[in-house]
Nanobody, 124 residues
Framework: QVQLVESGGGLVQAGVSLRLSCAAS????????MGWFRQAPGKEREFVAS????????YYADSVKGRFTISREYAKNTVYLQMNSLKPEDTAVYHC?????????????????WGQGTQVTVSS
């Protein structure tokens, strides 16, 4: 059974940093793009960042570009999201995702697996 388990969320003040982790298990995620999406209360789930299998291609939503960094550690089958300079508008449930497609093509429709999510709350 495929599992994506997120951790690292919390309640923080604006301007600080958090690092989210996503541990994948149940299969080998070779040739899978990995990514992060988020969903704020009353809003649709939106793309945040994605990374390809080799880790050399990364894509970001404009709203997080320059502040967030996605990376993956193959030995641990884990993907990370380093979030710096957090803003109140970053408040959301962050979901890890895996897709059997390219990182560039990763979106809500192309994602094959989802994690349950971890809450990030940023206070002003």
């Amino acid at each position: 059974q495929v599992q994506l388990v997120e951790s690292g969320g919390g309640l923080v003040q604006a301007g600080v940093s958090l690092r989210l982790s996503c541990a994948a298990s149940g299969r080998t995620f070779s040739n899978y793009a990995m990514g992060w999406f988020r969903q704020a209360p009353g809003k649709e789930r939106e793309f945040v960042a994605s990374i390809n299998w080799t880790g050399n291609l990364k894509y970001y939503a404009d709203s997080v570009k320059g502040r967030f960094t996605i990376s993956r550690e193959y030995a641990k089958n884990t993907v990370y999201l380093q979030m710096n300079s957090l803003k109140p508008e970053d408040t959301a449930v962050y979901h890890c995702a895996a897709a059997r497609t390219t990182a560039q093509a990763m979106n809500l429709m192309t994602t094959d697996y989802w994690g349950q999510g971890t809450q990030v709350t940023v206070s002003s």
